[in-house]
Nanobody
Framework: QVQLVESGGGLVQAGGSLRLSCAAS????????MAWYRQAPGNKREFVAS???????NYVDSVKGRFTISRDNARSSLYLQMNSLKPEDTGVYYC???????WGQGTQVTVSS
């Protein structure tokens, strides 16, 4: 039973952009904080960005000014706009809902130099 489904990943050149989407079940999305995490090859999963139900955002220092997290409560969807991508942004990106501790399956982002 899938509750979070990520999409929008792909291969992009350094300096390019991608927009990730996470379609969530309404029952777990409404009123909850959401986040994006990523895992690079050989590394542990790390926090990227989060957004509260009220729209307050937080980002890991390495993506500040380049990534923007947003949500559409009516559509129970989470987004991550990624600009000025760097090779070090490469990894599998995961959608996460805090209250329920539920993860999506992940979407691969590969940034070439």
């Amino acid at each position: 039973q899938v509750q979070l489904v990520e999409s929008g990943g792909g291969l992009v050149q350094a300096g390019g952009s991608l927009r990730l989407s996470c379609a969530a079940s309404r029952s777990i999305f409404s009123g909850n904080s959401m986040a994006w995490y990523r895992q690079a090859p050989g590394n542990k999963r790390e926090f990227v960005a989060s957004i509260t139900s009220g729209g307050k955002t937080n980002y890991v220092d390495s993506v500040k000014g380049r990534f923007t997290i947003s949500r559409d409560n009516a559509r129970s969807s989470l987004y991550l706009q990624m600009n000025s991508l760097k090779p070090e942004d490469t990894g599998v990106y995961y959608c996460y809902v805090l209250t329920y501790s539920v993860w999506g399956q992940g979407t691969q982002v590969t940034v070439s130099s």
